[in-house]
């Protein structure tokens, strides 16, 4: 079964970074792609982007273009998401999320608990 | 403003049957991309339901299904039960925004 476990909350200031980690079981780690979608407060889902752990390529949702980074460390099976020149707006639900198959429109299998960032 | 049009919300007595719709354009739904469903209930994480239109992963119900006609899809529930109560999206690819879109939720209360 895959798992996926989140980082803790973080509090940041308009204009900041945040980096948030997903911690994958070696397995799930590189068998799958992985992706984040967020959630506003009230709001429905966003996707934001994906990467393969095979090699670190990624893909941006053009919202996030440009303010987003998506890495892997392959010796701790861990993924992370940064996002830059936070505004208020940013302030949301981040969620880990994997699948089997690559692509934009992966169906998202098994997703992480979520890591609540308050801007 | 979702590209993806989903009612606020539906509502069925336990054991009914209840549609949610997801219409889209022909720059998404229309276009032929796939639709996938979740499940989000508060305080979880998502849970896939549909994936590929009408396909359920290893574990859902067949209680819930998924069709598509055109630029729009569906998710059906039938046999409505209390566990079903929660919150909806569909999935899709816009072409035009060259972007995954999610439709804005559809509340589920089962009355």
């Known amino acids: 079964q895959v798992h996926l476990v989140q980082s803790g909350a973080e509090v940041k200031k308009p204009g900041a970074s945040v980096k948030v980690s997903c911690q994958a079981s070696?397995?799930?780690?590189?068998?799958?792609?992985f992706h984040w979608v967020r959630q506003a407060p009230g709001q429905g889902l966003e996707w934001m982007g994906i990467?393969?752990?095979?090699?670190?390529?990624?893909r941006y949702s053009p919202r996030f273009q440009g303010r987003v980074t998506m890495t892997r460390d392959t010796s701790t099976n861990m993924i992370y998401m940064e996002l830059s020149s936070l505004s208020f707006e940013d302030t949301a639900l981040y969620y880990c999320?994997?699948?089997?198959?690559?692509?934009?429109?992966?169906?998202?299998?098994?997703w992480g608990q979520g890591t609540v960032v308050t801007v | 403003q979702s590209v993806l049009t989903q009612p606020p919300s539906v509502s069925g007595a336990p054991g009914q049957r209840v549609t949610i719709s997801c219409t889209g354009s022909?720059?998404?739904?229309?276009?032929?991309?796939?639709v996938h469903w979740y499940q989000h209930l508060p305080g979880t994480a998502p849970k896939l339901l549909i994936y590929?239109?009408?396909n359920r992963p290893s574990g859902v119900p067949d209680r819930f299904s998924g069709s598509k006609s055109g630029a729009a899809a569906s998710l059906a529930i039938t046999g409505l039960q209390p566990e079903d109560e929660a919150d909806y999206y569909c999935q899709s690819y816009d072409r035009s925004l060259t972007d995954t879109v999610f439709g804005a939720g559809t509340k589920v209360t089962v009355l």
């Open positions: 022909s720059s998404n739904i229309g276009a032929g991309y796939d």
């Open positions: 070696r397995y799930t780690f590189t068998n799958y792609y």
């Open positions: 990467i393969n752990p095979n090699g670190g390529s990624t």
């Open positions: 590929g239109i009408s």
């Open positions: 999320a994997s699948s089997s198959n690559y692509g934009d429109l992966a169906d998202l299998e098994i």
